[in-house]
């Protein structure tokens, strides 16, 4: 059936919005090359930020038109469907209807397309084209399909759709020109493209868009779209910040439902086999296919072998020691440089200001409450750099695809194995990485247990006990690494114990059904590895620019004040000071685990940030530890006491610190990013709650069962 | 490529690696079902596995797909004769 005129209107001439540049938004499906197409666009001229109440980030960049006019693109989410099944694909439904109140519908659409898969990626532009935008098809990835010796008809696809169609090569920066010509043009032509609904949903999607219009004032073409989209969106993904249905309309769609259900009528199946219907006949016409008798492509043979039971196993495991060995030998280097410029930079301060409390914050609060962090910038790097070629190569849904087993064991699947490797390097990152799972449950469970896995800042942390533990330079090296690799260990078997846990009682639910393409590997694009570390950087510097400056500021405030009399020890100083007494008032809990009011103090304010325990430490037992080694504090802390005489770290003592960090969150960015995530204090008020706990008891029975044992 | 056997339906985990089945009916949650309708996942489309009973790996429409093992059970499909030199198959 097709529409009357008024639902479906034919195509008029639109022109761009007079007075301003024309905002486009850039949509298509997963590894179609959206992002190495953006970054083409926009270069350097990006800005990343946050949609609000969501972990979905929101970049914007400023492309030039053939004629220098700066034009305004959003990267949307990629997404299959506008029917969302994830909150990133919320995003990308909502932006695309003008559902959000903090980002204005886009004027225009590009939407980009993989040649080499026209018939899947056509359905979201299919979906896209019912929106009344001008939009604009990229045809990329035209390269791999000549290589699969199909061939592809832009111009037959143009005239199909009634839209311009640019062929492209992105990763190579073909077909720019053109695009960048289309996106100047002033006016574009609505699609002239029709399709029939299928008879018996017609009239309710006549009623609802009639409905949509009159109750929830949308443009009739809009409204169009939005009913069809309604009829399809099964559980219909709601996410902060996206403005919902009236009642009047709601009432409608629920009618229809029943109605059907009652019928045994398959409503939503229909509508996306009528689009296949319809997407069908187009690719007939575009594609010609490739020879079939091709043999194994060289994707094929990779897959032969890290797809493999047992070669897969031991192909994650050799990408995983890579990752690790590097992180650990090669960030070495910069970040002695970094420590050695932060202690140049304080020592600098020191010797051009008068002695006083201004000096003081400066040196002890900002710069080492600041080059604390930094330090782990290289580090961090690295991690994002290999995250980074993972995903543009196409391995990292390899990755995903072989954990899946061990992952369902749990009650996960594949998808929670990203998020859990990125929290190696940070949580907040890890956490951020959730937003493609799809199931409500799982991602929550992935969010509460991402922070277990041992982050960066838990390194230092380690480090320090293990010179404590093990101070004897000739103990060979693997003692050194066993142990580390103990707390990794641990850190890691209790995140997919507790994720089994927490499936089993708090968020039961059903085995999650996974579904994840595995895209054909390609050469990495190594621009866009370098912009998404860039991004990183930035991201991770502007934090440490403002939050932890300030908890750092705060930090120092509370262990300089109040002013011990004249003649006063740094530690006299600080055992009278705010931190001090906080520590004094924490002593009876943490003295059963054999930790006394100066490590009290540390568990304190590393309560910000895990690495900053260390520089506590240094202030505390008052030893110069900012020069880059640890030998002067770990000496300080072999002399430690307890009032009594007896020797304040011994090894259980430092083993069992080592598993309280293991274990406790010590973390508030990650503590404020699970509150954004899960929209409340509930969960981040439990996530504390669980590790720390956990962290109370494992180090209190290291201690007294080690007491006990005799050690 | 009429297969003249009685329709033998078998979930996708069960189908055996390198063999190529056509989607007879998809189960389970509905949201799940149109993901894989919109995936090009829908009945009627020719699947042909490339390995795994836990994890399912498949090629469909030129596309490499991994479902897990509770998602590979609810796809039904009918076993279908293979070409003789069908360039998909792989590590039978």
């Known amino acids: 059936m097709q529409l009357p005129p008024h639902i479906n209107p034919p195509a008029p001439k639109r022109t761009a919005a007079s007075g301003r540049a024309p905002v486009y938004a850039l949509v298509g499906n997963p590894n179609c090359g959206k992002s190495t197409l953006f970054n083409a666009l926009t270069g350097l001229k990006q800005k990343v930020g946050n949609y609000p109440g969501v972990t979905v980030e929101k970049k914007v960049g400023t492309a030039y038109s053939q004629h220098g006019q700066p034009l305004t693109v959003i990267d949307l989410p990629g997404a299959y469907s506008l029917a969302a099944r994830s909150p990133d694909e919320a995003v990308t439904r909502d932006v695309l209807l003008g559902r959000r109140s903090d980002t204005a519908q886009p004027d225009r659409i590009l939407c980009i397309v993989d040649a080499t898969n026209l018939e899947r990626n056509l359905y979201l532009v299919h979906q896209v084209l019912d929106l009344g935008r001008p939009v604009i098809v990229v045809l990329n990835m035209m390269d791999l399909a000549a290589e699969a010796g199909m061939a592809v008809f832009p111009d037959k696809l143009a005239q199909d759709l009634g839209v311009p169609v640019i062929p492209c090569e992105a990763v190579r920066g073909k077909g720019l020109i053109e695009l960048r010509l289309a996106m100047s043009r002033p006016d574009l032509a609505l699609s002239k493209h029709a399709w029939d609904i299928p008879g018996a949903i017609a009239p309710a999607v006549a009623e609802i868009q009639a409905s949509l219009v009159a109750n929830d004032a949308k443009s009739p073409l809009i409204a169009r779209a939005e009913s069809l989209l309604l009829l399809t969106d099964q559980d219909s993904v709601r996410v902060a910040g996206s403005t919902p249905l009236s009642p009047r309309t709601a009432e409608i769609l629920a009618g229809w439902q029943k109605r059907w259900s009652a019928e045994g009528m398959d409503w939503a199946g229909t509508l996306v086999s009528s689009r296949y219907d319809a997407i069908g006949r187009i690719a007939a016409e575009v594609v010609q296919p490739g020879t079939v008798n091709q043999g194994p492509s060289p994707s094929d043979r990779i897959d032969a072998v890290v797809t493999h039971p047992f070669w897969g196993w031991v192909s994650l495991g050799a990408v995983m020691c890579l990752i690790f060995v590097s992180i650990f030998t090669l960030a070495e280097y910069p970040m002695n440089w970094i420590d050695g410029h932060m202690a140049s930079l304080s020592d600098w301060v020191k010797d051009s200001m008068a002695p006083g409390d201004l000096r003081d914050l400066i040196t002890d609060g900002a710069i080492s409450g600041v080059g604390g962090v930094v330090i782990f910038l290289p580090q961090i790097l690295i991690l994002f750099f290999f995250i980074g070629l993972l995903e543009s190569t196409g391995y990292m849904a390899r990755a995903a695809f072989i954990m899946d087993r061990l992952m369902s064991r749990v009650g996960l699947n594949g998808k929670s194995f990203i998020p859990l490797l990125s929290s190696y390097a940070c949580a907040i990152p890890g956490i951020m990485a959730t937003r493609t799972i799809e199931d409500a449950k799982d991602r929550l469970v992935t969010i509460l247990v991402a922070p277990l896995m041992s982050c960066s800042a838990r390194l230092p942390v380690y480090l320090l006990m293990i010179a404590a533990l093990v101070p004897n330079e000739r103990v060979p090296l693997a003692t050194k690494v066993g142990i580390m690799f103990l707390m990794y260990f641990l850190g890691t078997f209790a995140a997919f114990g507790f994720a089994w846990l927490f499936k089993r009682t708090l968020l039961k639910g059903e085995p999650p059904m996974m579904i994840m393409e595995l895209p054909p590997y390609r050469l990495p694009g190594l621009k866009d590895v370098a912009l998404q570390m860039l991004e990183r950087a930035w991201i991770f510097l502007r934090r440490a620019g403002t939050v932890i400056l300030g908890i750092s500021i705060v930090l120092w405030f509370l262990s300089a004040y109040p002013k011990a009399p004249e003649g006063a020890t740094p530690s006299e100083q600080l055992s009278g000071s705010f931190a001090g007494m906080a520590g004094h008032a924490l002593e009876p809990a943490i003295k059963p685990l054999g930790f006394d009011w100066q490590i009290g103090i540390g568990l304190i304010s590393s309560f910000a940030a895990r690495e900053v325990f260390v520089s506590t430490m240094g202030v505390v037992f008052n030893a110069e530890a900012d020069d880059g080694d640890t030998a002067p504090l770990r000496e300080a802390l072999l002399k430690a006491r307890w009032p009594n005489g007896r020797v304040l770290f011994t090894p259980l003592a430092c083993f069992g610190l080592m598993i309280f960090y293991v274990f406790a969150m010590q973390c508030v960015s990650t503590i404020a990013i699970v509150k954004r995530e899960t929209n409340g204090w509930k969960w981040p008020l439990f996530q504390t709650a669980y590790m720390t706990g956990t962290a109370w008891v494992l180090a209190l029975l290291v201690y007294q069962v080690g007491s006990a044992l005799g050690f | ?92």
Do not use: W, Y
């Open chain 2, 1 to 92: 490529m009429s297969s003249s056997s009685p329709i033998a339906r078998l979930p996708l985990c069960q189908l055996p690696a390198g063999a190529v089945g056509r989607v007879q009916a998809i189960t389970g949650d509905e949201g799940f079902c149109q993901r894989l309708r919109e995936m090009g996942f829908g009945e009627a489309a020719l699947i042909t596995k490339i390995s795994g009973t836990t994890t399912s790996l498949c090629q469909v429409n030129g596309t490499r797909i991994a479902l897990n093992h509770s998602a590979a059970m609810n796809i039904l499909v009918e076993r279908l004769p293979v070409a003789p030199h069908s360039a998909e198959t792989r590590r039978a």
